[in-house]
């Protein structure tokens, strides 16, 4: 089998990777522990966006209660080749804040498609404070 090895990537090539939008994880904490949900997102002027359903599951989880408060979570994407053994992870950190009124509007023309059925017109942006990735490949 041939060796691997592990390269540690710069934010430009990070934001580069995960540009397309796609599938991402984000990561949070909530009363009963931690979390970690799938969603589809996209890169919208160096921030994650995503849609969720107002007042579900994931939504009433990033209330604070208080208005503008940060919510700090982690995002993660990747792209792996089982086969091959090899990809990319990039981990994504930073404040969540739910998106309202002029704000929201804006990003309703964005072209941000979920797959989950049913109405997904909650907006929430992460806007990145941390960005890291890691590349595994053939030496």
Avoid: K
């Avoid at 939504?59 to 503008?68: A, F, M, N, S, V």
């Avoid at 994504?92 to 941000?112: I, K």
């Avoid at 797959?115 to 890691?134: D, F, L, N, Q």
């Amino acid at each position: 089998m041939p060796e691997r090895v592990i390269e540690e990537m710069d934010s430009e090539e990070c934001l580069r990777l995960v540009s397309p939008g796609g599938v991402g994880r984000i990561a949070y904490g909530t009363g009963g522990g931690l979390a970690i949900r799938p969603v589809n997102y996209r890169i919208i002027d160096g921030s994650v966006v995503f849609r969720t359903a107002e007042h579900g599951a994931l939504d009433q989880d990033l209330r604070t209660g208080i208005e503008g408060a940060e919510y700090r979570v982690a995002f993660e994407i990747d792209d792996l080749d089982p086969e091959r053994q090899q990809g990319w992870s990039v981990l994504m950190q930073g404040p969540a804040h739910h998106l309202t009124g002029a704000e929201r509007d804006a990003y309703r023309d964005a072209g941000l498609v979920t797959w989950a059925g049913g109405e997904r017109e909650m907006y929430v942006r992460i806007t990145p404070s941390r960005i890291t990735g890691r590349r595994v490949r053939q030496a």
